[in-house]
T-cell receptor
Framework: TAGITQAPTSQILAAGRSMTLRCTQD?????MYWYRQDLGLGLRLIHY???????GKGEVPDGYSVSRANTDDFPLTLASAVPSQTSVYFC????????????FGEGSRLTVL | DAKTTQPNSMESNEEEPVHLPCNHS???????IHWYRQLPSQGPEYVIH???SNVNNRMASLAIAEDRKSSTLILHRATLRDAAVYYC????????????FGKGTRLSVIA
């Protein structure tokens, strides 16, 4: 079973360039999330989506944008990357924002130089 | 968001039980207690959750204090594969509030 698929697995990006991290789920979950995890720290919520067509801001939304055109996909875009956005990014989904366990992807490691 | 407090790290011997504590003194009536764990180089995975009563599943047990201001995740026999960061999280089922992770407890298992 695929569950959550993230791409790319790893990427090195020059500062100032744009980048889109892709996330796809095949569980027909309504809610999707993006978290970032810096070395040795816990996860911080960037953006989330209750359902297709809606998005919300998390703890650290600045510098990131998301869209939810359909149920399955939830891409995260960095319009102009900065070194402080070097992190591991995890996408997750759940039945609803307030219900169901979260299923996580394997993560996308992004290095901004 | 209601917050939780966990020790930064704990250590256990292999094959012994592990009790991971979590304090959540400001828990509200609609908050469920969730536990996730994150193995090295992987995304977090769900472990268990409960509201008031103790809960058991194939991975662990969750013991919830009568006043719900604390809980304990119990791994009955720790294995090397259980070495991970364990997150205790309160989840409000009354609204559309996403999960917010803290720093968790890093569990080391010694062979």
């Amino acid at each position: 079973t695929a569950g959550i698929t993230q791409a790319p697995t790893s990427q090195i990006l020059a500062a100032g360039r744009s980048m889109t991290l892709r996330c796809t789920q095949d569980m027909r979950h309504n809610a999707m999330y993006w978290y970032r995890q810096d070395l040795g720290l816990g996860l911080r919520l960037i953006h989330y989506s209750n359902t297709a067509g809606t998005t919300g801001k998390g703890e650290v939304p600045d510098g990131y944008s998301v869209s939810r055109a359909n149920t399955d996909d939830f891409p995260l875009t960095l319009a102009s990357a900065v070194p402080s956005q070097t992190s591991v990014y995890f996408c997750a989904s759940s039945l609803g924002v307030g219900t169901g366990e979260l299923f996580f992807g394997e993560g996308s490691r992004l290095t901004v130089l | 968001d209601a917050k939780t407090t966990q020790p930064n790290s704990m250590e256990s011997n292999e094959e012994e039980p592990v009790h991971l504590p979590c304090n959540h003194s400001t828990i509200s009536g609609t908050d469920y207690i969730h536990w996730y764990r994150q193995l090295p180089s992987q995304g977090p995975e769900y472990v268990i959750h409960g509201l008031t009563s103790n809960v058991n599943n194939r991975m662990a047990s969750l013991a919830i204090a009568e006043d719900r201001k604390s809980s304990t995740l119990i791994l009955h026999r720790a294995t090397l594969r259980d070495a991970a960061v364990y997150y205790c999280i309160l989840r409000d089922y009354s609204g559309n509030t996403p999960l917010v992770f803290g720093k968790g407890t890093r569990l080391s298992v010694i062979a």
